[in-house]
């Protein structure tokens, strides 16, 4: 769109919102737009008519605008020599993707830094020959007194068998309902 191609900064100078609400640009149709990218949606909805009352042989207020609030002389410069509405949104519209671009390195700039650093992060950790085996619960052990007065408080169950261990009898226990 143009031979200088805006900085970073330039280009989040110019898409900003007007800095005081009364710089917005007030279409006729009822549209307020604060910025270049509202401007762009305001003239994707507006009719010939309405784009006529902002833009004639007398005056083109978009440019206007777009110069002295958004501080886009490039923009408003070509806006100047475009006299229908369908121009008018094609050139808006391409700026602020000019602009957006502009934008993108320096918004990814930190990212791709970062990219590197979380690729060795996600790679696995190469594996030990002897990898560690993993430590056993301590039980603790009970004595046979314990074991005794356990069972007693637990109610026996006739299916258990005369032999069985007090593990055997407590899962029996459970399992019929006692």
């Known amino acids: 769109m143009s031979t200088h191609k805006p900085t970073a900064e330039e280009a989040a100078n110019i898409l900003k919102d007007a800095a005081e609400e009364w710089q917005a640009f007030w279409c006729n149709h009822g549209v307020i737009a604060r910025n270049l990218s509202e401007l762009s949606s ?21 440019a206007s ?7 886009d002389a490039s923009l408003a410069k070509k806006m100047r020599l475009l006299t229908t509405l369908e121009a008018s949104q094609r050139m808006v519209a391409r700026r602020v993707e000019e602009l957006t671009a502009a934008l993108a390195p320096a918004a ?7 990219a590197p650093a979380e690729a060795a992060a996600a790679q696995p950790a190469p594996k030990a020959k002897h990898a560690a085996k993993p430590a056993k619960k301590a039980v603790a052990k009970r ?35 006692a």
């Open 143 to 177: 004595s046979p007194k314990t074991v005794a007065a356990k069972s007693a408080q637990k109610p026996a169950v006739a299916a258990a068998k005369p032999g069985a261990s007090v593990g055997t009898r407590i899962i029996d226990a459970r399992l019929c309902g």
């Open 65 to 71: 605008w777009v110069e002295q609030v958004l501080g």
């Open 108 to 114: 990814e700039a930190p990212v791709q830094a970062a």
């Open 42 to 62: 305001s003239l994707a909805s507006m009719t010939q008519e309405q784009f006529a009352h902002h833009v004639n042989a007398e005056k083109n207020d978009f």
